[in-house]
């Protein structure tokens, strides 16, 4: 194609804002929708900047922004000229073919399980924004922020001298050295500062584990219903996960000994199951660690949300019971702080340390410096223990609200597993009503509450739903509860 020598410009108007900024779209836009087509020759800077009545700086920093991007070239003792192959039209080109082989899914070579599970992936995302009763968040409204920032800026500081240096994979020892301290007291647990590593939150345990434990072929039991999140780690993995299903005293450790003898990795929730809340018995522990002990596996105890009881006293953790270390402990901070707070640990065998921390370098090398030194702070100086305190009798009172709300204007059709502790309720499904229309009505009004179906490997023997609460006000939890019944009884008439 011909190079044009003709100067022909046409006519522009700067937008509000930076005068280089501004030129800079200007010109993109007018090369992008053909004004200044393939080949045309700019006028000189000078010339440019007299037209459009600005500096000569400002065209030159804008002109230059535009050879680098490849929108415009140069020819020696020539001038400027408009590209014949413009960026924008190659990233069209490469977009379009992407979505053209997208389309063709037989013809991916990526992971089988998440290919699987894609579709209902999608469906179960929920819009961005609030969520009235979404499981999992904590009370985000009590959070500290005043006190955050306070600490945020001394750590800021205090780190001046920090930032960039080599750092331990398993996270900044004073905070291991508090949660150490904290969990020692707190949950029972038995361990030492060198055992604590710090993750971002309990998904990224469950994957530390189960890439330094597991194989393809490997089997693992998992609560049935159980954390679909860790039930999609496994998988992913290529191990087979097999349902352990729960009675009045937790999970059935017999039925793992009995038929499930080979696998190789247990994971429970002990002090909380979820999503049911049950409490696995003492017996059961003993026999689960004891079990573990002498056929040589392991036990990943995931304490999502331990400090959340209302009527007793935090239980002692599975750890804390484990004389041959084969528990592998994890905690987090999101239930406690916000769902955005990926900061957790875990406490790992000693036998264990060393490939924890180079499974940890692998993933992401270490966790957040300023975040881990602003807990280490919150933790030592008491905030975190007062938080706890003021979460915890906030979390009772929403309970509460929940339960009355529900029994007073929902009563016809949920029946509520009661509990003592979490920051969710289980309510069971009266009559012919079936998950999928219960949920159907909640999405109505933008409630996010979520079937039990979802935690489900199997067919469960009773459709129920999952209220999260600890998240809204006593007053927002009422109001939200008599729409939901309203709009219910006007489904039924």
């Given amino acids: 194609m011909a190079i044009s020598s003709s100067a022909y410009f046409p006519h522009l ?8 900024d501004g030129l800079y779209e200007v010109l993109r836009d007018a090369i992008l929708d053909g004004r200044l087509s393939a080949g ?9 900047a007299e037209m459009m009545s600005i500096s000569r700086n400002s065209v030159l920093s804008a002109l230059d922004r535009l050879l680098d991007e490849g929108y415009l070239f140069t020819k020696p003792s020539s001038g400027t000229y ?15 073919q992407h979505l053209h082989l997208s389309t063709k899914t037989e013809t991916l070579n990526v992971n089988p399980h998440l290919a699987q599970h894609l579709a209902c992936w999608q469906k179960q995302q929920l819009p961005q924004g609030k969520r009235t009763f979404h499981v999992g968040v904590g ?3 009590l959070f500290p922020h005043q006190l955050w920032g306070k600490l945020l800026g001394r750590a800021w500081r205090q ?3 920090q930032i960039g240096q080599a750092h331990d994979s398993k996270g900044y020892l004073p905070l291991r050295q508090a949660i150490c301290q904290y969990v020692r007291s707190t949950r029972g647990l038995n361990c030492t500062e060198q055992q604590i590593l710090i993750v971002n939150g309990t998904q990224q345990a469950i ?10 072929q490997d089997q693992v039991c998992l609560d049935e219903p159980g954390y ?10 290529g191990t087979t996960v097999h349902p352990v299903c729960s009675d009045e005293e937790g999970m059935k450790v017999p039925d793992i000994t009995q038929h499930y003898a080979q696998a190789k990795l247990v994971y429970t929730a002990p002090s909380h199951q979820f999503p049911l809340g049950g409490t696995l018995s003492l017996t059961r522990r003993l026999a689960l660690l004891d079990w573990a002990a002498q056929q040589q596996k392991w036990i990943f105890e995931d304490d999502y949300n331990s400090e959340f009881r209302y009527g007793t006293r935090p239980i002692q953790a599975l750890q804390g019971l484990d004389q041959q270390q084969r528990v592998i402990y994890s905690g987090t901070f999101s239930k ?9 640990f875990m406490v790992i065998p000693e036998s264990l340390i060393d490939l924890f921390s180079l499974a940890k370098s692998h993933i992401d090398t270490r966790s957040s410096y300023l975040e881990q030194v602003v807990l280490s702070l919150f933790i030592q100086e008491g905030h975190y223990a007062r938080h706890v305190r003021k979460v915890r009798k906030a979390c009772y009172e929403r309970q509460q609200a929940l339960i009355h709300a529900i029994e007073t204007h929902l009563s016809e059709v949920l029946t509520i597993e009661v509990t003592d502790s979490g920051i969710h309720l289980v309510c069971w499904l009266k009559d012919s009503w079936t998950e999928q229309d219960f949920t159907a009505q909640c999405s109505k009004l933008g409630l996010a509450v979520q079937p039990l179906s979802r935690y489900c490997q199997t067919s469960f023997q009773r459709a129920g739903v999952l209220f999260g609460y600890a998240a809204h006000t006593v007053d927002e939890i009422m109001e939200n509860i008599q729409k939901l019944a309203t709009e219910i009884k006007n489904h039924s008439c």
């Fill in 207 to 216: 994957h530390l584990t189960a890439y330094a434990l597991l194989q393809a």
């Fill in 40 to 48: 045309t020759k700019l006028p000189s800077s000078r010339v440019l």
């Fill in 228 to 237: 679909d999140a860790a039930l999609a780690v496994f998988r992913s993995f």
């Fill in 82 to 96: 408009v590209s014949e192959t413009i960026p924008d039209q190659l990233i069209q080109a490469q977009t379009q």
């Fill in 336 to 344: 406690m702080m916000f769902p955005e707070f990926r900061l957790g």
């Fill in 13 to 20: 108007i700067l937008p509000k804002g930076s005068i280089r």
């Fill in 159 to 161: 780190s001046y001298h």
């Fill in 139 to 141: 009370c985000v409204d």
